[in-house]
């Protein structure tokens, strides 16, 4: 009988442990916390009616959320720089059901342009009289090695990933606070929270990012302001062909493979959602390995480091 019983343990435990690995590593794209919401939080449905202004909406990860958001009734405000590829993704949000034509807006400017950014904030509150959300998600890549990367091309990388956004958001900000609060989103990486070799203007931006955002948090948390620091890993988009070099006004210009290991963009944009609605401080949203390696950056430096 104890020898069945032993047999029975052995079984179940070896069951548990395959099961855990699957959902714990293969199947998980997101932090626990997030896939928790996902799961039993709040749905994103509940956002319906708020208003969203997302940067960098033309393309990839901006354009998904745009489409996810827009499923759910947000009303949008929709930044990037080409004016035909953003007349483009209107024209998806609107058949994505719930929209109007009145509820979608479209802002272009080049963000890295701050003399333009309360014009722009003025034309979003003007057409919509409020707005709730604000997701700072333009942003470009590099690939180059440390050395071969001039201070200018540094300066550049900063003045698109960090500045731009701590400007907006500085503009926002008392729209915020005198309406009792809102939500600022703020596309970070996984490059947010450790070194990525080849990218070293990139990967510092992506820190700054997290320091600026953490403050914003820590000071007006208590006033009604809400910060989300997403961190996505690699994922299918326009960010590789766009980055920049070393070299100031070089692009590296090579298209991602099909066979490359990414996420998609739309399920990208459903993480980013589920964040917002159940107002999540920080997530991370990652296929494997990537993901593992950021809970060990996290949890276990030494080691990662090693
Ligand atoms: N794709 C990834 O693997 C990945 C991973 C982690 C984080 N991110 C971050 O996600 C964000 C979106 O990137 P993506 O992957 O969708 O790439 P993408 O190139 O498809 O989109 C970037 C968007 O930012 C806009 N943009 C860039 N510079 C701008 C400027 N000066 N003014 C106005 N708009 C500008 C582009 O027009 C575009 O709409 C970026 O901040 C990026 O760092 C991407």
Not at 186 to 214: M, R, W
Request: proline share 3%; charged share 20%.
């Amino acid at each position: 009988m104890d020898a069945v019983l032993m047999w029975f343990i052995c079984v179940c435990t070896l069951l548990f442990a395959v099961f855990s690995f699957r959902w714990f590593y293969v199947d998980a794209d997101g932090d626990l916390t997030l896939l928790w919401a996902e799961r039993y939080g709040r749905s994103p449905a509940e956002l319906r009616g708020k208003v969203a202004w997302i940067t960098g909406a033309s393309s990839g990860i901006g354009e998904a959320l745009a489409y996810e958001l827009a499923k759910y009734g947000v009303k949008l405000a929709l930044s990037g720089t080409k004016v035909d590829r953003l007349e483009a993704v209107k024209t998806e949000c609107l058949a994505q059901g719930p929209l109007k034509d009145d509820d979608v807006l479209l802002v272009p400017f080049d963000i890295t342009d701050f003399s333009k950014h309360s014009e722009c904030f003025e034309k979003v509150v003007g057409h919509f009289k409020k707005l709730d959300i604000l997701v700072n998600n333009a942003g470009r890549s590099q690939r180059a090695r440390f050395d071969e990367i001039t201070t200018e091309v540094d300066y550049q990388l900063f003045g698109t990933n960090v500045f731009s956004h701590v400007s907006l958001t500085r503009v926002v900000l008392p729209h915020f606070l005198s309406n009792g609060g809102g939500h600022v989103m703020v596309n970070s990486s996984i490059a947010g929270k450790y070194g990525l070799p080849n990218s070293a203007s990139y990967t510092g931006s992506k820190h700054a990012i997290q320091g600026y955002f953490e403050c914003l948090r820590t000071e007006f948390e208590a006033k009604g302001v809400n910060v989300t620091v997403a961190c996505p890993g690699p994922v299918f988009s326009n960010v590789i062909e766009r980055c920049f070099t070393g070299t100031p006004g070089e692009v590296f210009g090579e298209k991602q493979k099909e066979t490359d290991k990414r996420m998609s963009t739309s399920r990208c944009a459903q993480l980013m959602a589920v964040a917002l609605a159940n107002n999540l401080d920080e997530v991370w949203i990652s296929l494997q390995p990537s993901l593992s390696i950021c809970y060990l950056s996290q949890y276990m430096p030494t080691v990662f480091r090693r």
